[in-house]
């Protein structure tokens, strides 16, 4: 659960100590408190800043030396590539792509580069550089493109490879005997992503 294996899982607040003072004081130098709690009686608190020997420093100052002052990482958050899942065009030039995220995540964006041959996604998760949570769930994210699929090849930016082609409908019409019909939106409770990226201007 926690990326650190040494720190408590306990996160209720009887077990934080950092009060909202000394919190936002240090928000005030941009470093963050991603996290604190009591170990085998030591406290321990777990910051993130650009700056690590300035957030340490400082921390230890704010905190005193019995505390355990940890800079974890730069910020609370950070970008990082994402593989895509599958495919399918719902409608002529409406791309459905498929990802795997968690709650604490949210997808930050998807590039998209065609050619007459081939179509490339490219993905960026925003994570949470602490306390991610474990469980995965897939989702639709649309993309439009300039022109309909067609028989181009969708790749994946991310892994260089081919995206699979994937129906979730179909595959969920003959696990609960559905009758989901395609790109009929009426009939479709499923196709909620909540993004849709527009064709991006070509020159």
């Known amino acids: 659960m926690f990326d650190r294996p040494d720190v408590p899982t306990k996160t209720d607040a009887s077990w934080m100590f950092v009060s909202r003072e ?35 420093t400082r921390g230890r100052a704010v905190f005193g030396p ?6 974890h990482a730069e910020g609370p958050r950070r970008l990082e590539p994402l593989i895509c899942d599958g495919y399918m065009e719902r409608e002529p030039g409406r791309l459905q792509l498929r990802y795997a995220t968690t709650r604490s995540q949210h997808l930050d964006d998807v590039l998209v580069e065609e050619t007459d041959l081939v179509v490339v996604v490219y993905a960026t998760v925003c994570t949470p550089t602490y306390n991610v949570e474990p469980e995965v769930t897939e989702g639709p994210v649309h993309v439009y493109l300039a022109a309909p699929l067609g028989d181009r090849l969708v790749i994946d930016g991310v892994t260089g490879r081919a995206v699979p082609f994937k129906d979730v409908y179909a595959e969920l019409a003959e696990e609960f005997g559905l009758e989901v019909g395609g790109c009929d939106e009426e009939v479709d409770p499923f196709d909620d992503g909540p993004t849709a990226y527009p064709p991006r201007d070509t020159p």
């Open 66 to 71: 019995r505390v355990d002052v940890t800079v």
């Open 22 to 56: 000394d919190r936002a004081a240090l928000l005030g130098h941009g470093i963050v408190v991603l996290a604190d709690g009591i170990q085998r009686r030591k406290r321990w608190v777990l910051l993130a800043a650009r700056d690590r020997d300035a957030a340490q």
